[in-house]
Structure formats: structure tokens, C-alpha cells
């Protein structure tokens, strides 16, 4: 059977910004600005997404696209026999502890989604009722558990389309109304009086703020929005055409990315400061915060409904990429079918999200390392599996590829000259600079 591919650019850049456009950009990104001093973090973020972040987009869709295979045979194929198979275990098993966990918060979305649209926020008067709602809601057995299910049934159901018909038909049809939702959410949040300081507060930047840990932050941020370190970006570019540049296409979903974590803070922000409230929040800033300024703002109960479906679509585009990448696995190296391989994962994920969804209430009690289920699930992937995987690939295309192999896929056989040029620039960022940044990361999240 011939391997399905992207149908071309369009399809490309839909399908992995969508993987890279999710809840990393509408719900971690403001509140991580939030909390690491508004416009510096902004500032040092831009530097390390381009500076460092792309190198590693670079080198994963070199293995990807070089290997046509998912993320573990990818380093099976590329090197044969070596105990570099052990990044390729690694690739897989990441996106599957990821996504059981997302899927936690995918229910919650759509939980709020539901509720927005019947206009259930206007009902409640202060914010601390908002909070008692929410912690009452996650806290519960059922509720959380059914949209976590919901959630991975509809993940599964866009995969289950496989590569053109599902992923890539999904993305030309969401991503595009997910940027015209969040930019007229942002338009009507910067309208509010008093939006202006929030305004400022993303744009002014007191470059006082930027010490070790915004830093930390900052470049452990890039790796998380951009979908780097988990085999997601390995998986798609496998399914990118020869003829395609790889460069130029990393280069446009770092900035579509990019553009959209701003448009989403412009949506938030602006409406936080307008109403008084405090931008450092943290997590419970979508949840808890944000429904209190819509029941409050003029014309907010639409707000919400537009901004929950935003929410739902930013974290179903993520969490697809993730599940494909589990599915690839099964279905190119177990030989099973695209059916049974999304049946498999979702009970896989499933089952490890019942535990993460329950440790906010009935499994409150256990911890692992003196976290919740949850905690330490996010925790061990964002702060070590993910940066590990990040670190292990640029190590293996900037030392164990040949630089022929390298500049073969950058300029598709020596065809675009312009890469060609930029090539010695890329291969020194691979080899060099990005492992050094990625080093630098891994300490700071054990020492800080």
C-alpha cells in the first residue's frame, strides 16, 4: 500500500501549525507571560524560538522527511543497529503520556464550551464563585472523566480519517476560523476601557525582569508550543513530499505560531487588566479568571461561546498530532490496521488520563514524587522528556547524519540554491548551539 503524504504546501503548513497552534498557545503561553514579566519574557522568547527552537524543527524534519517512516523507525532506518533506537522509543512514548493528559484538559474545554454556550457563567456574580465552580467541576468523579473521553473519541475520530482525508482536511477547515476567532476576540478585548495597560504590558518590555528562570521559561516555552522533542514534527515531516522546501516551511510555522501566541495573549491580557485583575494567575487563568471577565464585559457571553470553541479546536489540533504519532507506530511497525492502531492508542491514552482526570479529586491523595498524578505526568515530559528528546535529536542529525545527508534534505538534492547558502549556518546552530541551549534547559529545570 502506498504511504499517504500532505497534498502539498498548504496542506503542510495547516497540518503542523495546527500541531504546533494549540493549548500551548491559548491557554500556557499568556499565563506563562503572565507570570515571567509580560513583555521581557516576549522579547527573550522571540530571540530563542529563531534562534534555537528552529534548528530543532529543522533537524526533526530532516529525519522525518529522510526516513518516510514514523518517529521510531525513522532512527531505525537512519541508523540500523545502534543504540540510538532508543530516541525513537523515546518519540513514541512521549506523545502518548502527553496527550493522556491534555486529553484532561480537552474535557474541561469542552465542558466550558457547553457551558458558555448556554450562557452559564452570567449566573455566577463573583470570581471566587467561578473558582468554587471549577474546582467543584474538576474535582467531581464523572463530569471530567466524560469530556476526557469525548475529547480522545473526537481526537481519534479526525486521525481514524488518516493523513489526507482526517488531519489534513481538518486543519484547512479549523485553523483558519480558529485565527478569525481569536483575532476578533482580541480586537473586542483591546476595545474594553483600561485595555491599554495590558497593552503595555505586552509591548513595553522592562528588560529588569529577565533573569535566569524567565529565560528557563522562555526557551522551555518554545519547545512546548512549537511541538518539539515528542516525535509529533518527525511524524508529519514524514509525510511531507520531496519536492517540498523544509526550510522555508519551519521558517512559516515559527511565525505563524509565533503570531498567534501574541494574538492569544492580546485576547487575554487586555480584558484582565481592563477589569483589575492580577496577570499572574498561572494555569487557572483561562479557567477561572477569564469566565469572570466575559460575565462581566459587555457583549461577554458571546465572547466566551467564540473563545471555548477556540479553546477546544486549539487543543484538538495538538492532541491529533500527538495520537498520529502513536498510530504511525502501530500501523508501519506492528503492521496493524489504521482502525485497530486508533483503537489501541485511545485505549492507551485513555487509561492513563482516567488516573491523571481523577487526582483532582477522588485520587487527590496520591502522589508520585510529592505531585499529583497529573502534576507529575506535565512535569516529566514538559521539563524532561521532551527536553531529552529535543537534546537527542539535534545530537543525532548534527553528529550521527552525514553533512551530505543534511544539505541533501535542506536543498532538496542541491535544487534550492539559497539553502544551499544557509546551510553551513544551520549545521553549526544543529551541532553547536542548540545542544548547548537545550543542556542549559534540562539543568535549569533540575537546579531552579
Known amino acids: ?3 499517504e503524504n500532505f497534498s502539498g504546501r498548504f496542506g503542510v503548513l ?4 495546527g500541531s504546533a497552534i494549540g493549548l500551548g498557545n491559548l491557554w500556557r503561553f499568556p499565563y506563562m507571560v503572565g507570570t515571567n514579566g509580560g513583555a521581557a519574557f516576549i522579547f527573550v522568547y522571540i530571540l530563542f524560538v529563531f534562534l534555537l527552537s528552529l534548528p530543532i524543527l529543522f533537524s526533526e524534519f530532516i529525519v522525518g522527511r529522510r526516513s518516510q517512516t514514523n518517529a521510531f523507525g525513522a532512527i531505525r532506518i537512519l541508523a540500523p543497529g545502534s543504540h540510538w533506537k532508543w530516541v525513537g522509543v523515546l518519540s513514541i512514548v512521549t506523545p502518548m503520556i502527553i496527550v493522556s493528559y491534555y486529553s484532561v484538559i480537552g474535557g474541561w474545554s469542552i465542558e466550558y464550551f457547553f457551558k458558555s454556550c448556554t450562557f452559564g457563567f452570567t449566573e455566577y456574580v463573583t470570581n ?4 468554587n465552580m471549577f474546582n467543584a467541576f474538576i474535582s467531581s468523579r464523572w463530569a471530567p472523566l466524560f469530556g476526557h473521553t469525548a475529547f480522545l473519541a473526537l481526537t481519534a475520530f479526525v486521525v481514524m480519517g488518516g493523513v489526507k482525508s482526517g488531519i489534513e482536511r481538518f486543519g484547512k477547515v479549523m485553523m483558519p476560523i480558529l485565527f478569525v476567532v481569536v483575532v476578533l476576540i482580541a480586537i473586542r478585548a483591546m476595545t474594553l476601557p483600561g485595555a491599554v495597560d495590558g497593552i503595555r504590558f505586552l509591548f513595553k518590555p522592562d528588560f529588569s525582569k529577565i533573569d535566569a528562570g524567565v529565560c528557563a521559561a522562555a526557551l522551555g516555552q518554545s519547545f512546548y508550543s512549537l511541538s518539539l522533542g515528542c516525535g509529533t514534527m518527525i511524524t508529519y515531516a514524514s509525510y511531507v513530499k520531496k519536492t517540498e522546501n523544509i526550510v522555508s516551511s519551519g521558517v512559516s510555522i515559527a511565525v505563524f505560531d509565533l503570531l498567534f501566541a501574541l494574538i492569544a495573549c492580546c485576547a487575554i491580557m487586555p480584558a484582565v487588566f481592563a477589569f483589575g485583575l492580577s496577570p499572574q494567575e498561572g494555569p487557572s487563568l483561562v479557567f477561572k479568571t477569564l469566565p469572570f471577565i466575559f460575565s462581566k464585559m459587555p457583549l461577554g ?6 473563545f471555548f470553541f477556540s479553546l477546544l479546536v486549539a487543543a484538538l489540533t ?3 498530532s500527538m495520537f498520529e504519532v502513536g498510530v504511525a ?3 508501519e511497525e506492528k503492521k496493524l490496521s489504521r482502525l485497530l492502531s486508533c483503537v489501541v492508542v485511545f485505549l492507551i491514552t485513555w487509561i492513563i488520563g482516567v488516573f491523571c482526570s481523577l487526582s483532582f479529586g477522588p485520587l487527590s491523595s496520591l502522589k508520585i514524587l510529592g505531585n499529583t498524578i497529573f502534576d507529575f505526568f506535565d512535569k516529566l515530559s514538559a521539563n524532561w522528556l521532551m527536553t531529552l528528546g529535543s537534546l537527542f535529536i539535534v545530537l543525532f542529525v548534527g553528529w550521527k547524519l552525514s553533512p551530505s545527508d543534511i ?4 536543498t532538496n538534492g542541491g535544487q534550492i540554491a539559497s539553502n544551499n547558502r544557509l546551510f553551513p549556518v544551520i549545521l553549526f546552530f544543529i551541532r553547536f548551539i ?6 542549559i534547559i534540562f539543568l535549569s529545570n533540575i537546579l531552579l
Open 1 to 3: 500500500m502506498q504511504r
Open 14 to 17: 495547516v497540518a503542523m501549525a
Open 128 to 131: 471566587e464563585e467561578l473558582d
Open 301 to 306: 457571553g458571546i465572547v466566551a461561546i467564540l
Open 318 to 320: 495538538s492532541s491529533i
Open 329 to 331: 507506530y502501530f500501523v
Open 407 to 410: 544539505r541533501d534534505e535542506l
Open 434 to 439: 542548540a545542544p548547548a541551549a537545550i543542556a
